[in-house]
């Protein structure tokens, strides 16, 4: 008969497998005052997994402890950790997060190199216009790129597609990162660790001294990291980043408030994007909307989104759910804001103006917004026009 131990490490090895095979991005562990359940986050949406017997919670809790390193007595403070997890002849890489609440310690596992789609711009949603502007400025020198959304919009794989497209032999790619998510072979990748005082900025310190041609910085958090790595952009290396933002003006305007100087940004920053991950919809089950349906959808929808929705003649379609998919929806794609930083748009900056003046400029020099991004994704049948309404800031 099988002891409780035993049981725990089947049953947290059933939950991580389980996880595993439906691309789940994170799995949380979540005790309750008399139950404990286990959530898979899959499309972006989290769905209940299983709930195993309430006996079972502090084993299931302290195996994981024990494979990532943390100290299972400590159950008073958040701890993180890090554990490698094979699965059928692979190595997955599982990040733990421990969090104690009122009626226990919650664990979520971040799933970061599950099935990751293959390093290509093209696949992972960008129009062609888009890609051409990305590809034209990762193919200059120098300058900053930077890349911003909300947390799980997969900016990491844009980034990481970006420097697949750079890793040639003759070219130095360090990243700095917290943590690193992707293996990239033939770059340095370097973890940050704050608590041994190796931050972002010390890293980037680091990193000037060891002869880079192209810098990755995971997030730009403060303004001494934003000023090394404007400092880079400005002394002959490529530095790709991110910041949280709704839009690509908004980044701008971040740096701004951030207290890096108007003329800085303006000279280093050569692109900007924005972007959401949307659900595309079945393939299988998806249908045209009908009559009924499109005259309710045009009647909710501003005059600028209705003529944006009826310059073609395609159908649009909705989702239905089949055996095949969840609720009508499988995979993700991304919506993209690929704003280049023009002339005239440097001297808005150097003006120091506001989000709101580049946001015109950027749709004078024809930027699509995030909404007109996804209306094209309705239009060519890949997502629901529900999806865009709820994922997309408004114009």
Known sequence: ?????????????????????????????????????????????????????????????????????????????????????????????????????????????????????????????????????????????????????????????????????????????????????????????????DRAGLTFATTLRALLRQDPDVIMVGEIRDLETAEIAIQAAQTGHLVLSTLHTNDAPGCLARLRHMGVAPFNVAASVSLVTAQRLVRRLCDHCKAPMDGNALAALDASLSPTQREALHDTHMPRYKAVGCDACDKGYKGRIGLYQVMPISDAMQDLIIRDCTAHSLAAQAAQEGVRTLRQAGWLKVMQGITSIEEVMALTPHD
Do not use: W
Not at 178 to 191: R, W
């Open 1 to 193: 008969m099988a002891t409780a131990p035993d049981t725990a490490v089947n049953a947290l090895d059933d939950t991580l497998g389980n996880a595993i095979k439906q691309l789940a991005s994170d799995v949380h562990f979540e005790s309750g005052e008399n139950t404990f359940r286990i959530r898979y986050r899959i499309d972006g949406l989290l769905h209940l997994a299983a709930t195993p017997p309430l006996h079972l919670r502090d084993a299931m809790v302290s195996r994981l402890k024990v494979l990532a390193r943390m100290d299972i007595a400590e159950k008073r403070l958040p701890q993180d950790g890090r554990i490698q997890y094979p699965f059928k002849g692979q190595t997955i890489d599982l990040r733990v997060s421990s969090l104690p609440t009122t009626h226990g310690e919650k664990m979520v596992v971040r799933l970061l190199n599950v099935n990751r789609e293959h390093l290509d711009l093209h696949a992972l949603g960008y129009e062609a216009d888009d890609h051409a502007k990305l590809v034209q400025a990762i193919g200059r020198p120098h300058g900053l790129i930077l890349m911003t959304g909300p947390t799980g919009s997969g900016k990491t794989l844009s980034l990481y597609s970006c420097l697949h497209l750079l890793n040639r032999t003759e070219v130095n790619i360090s990243t700095v990162e917290d943590p690193c998510e992707i293996h990239l072979p033939g770059a340095n990748q370097v973890n940050i660790n």
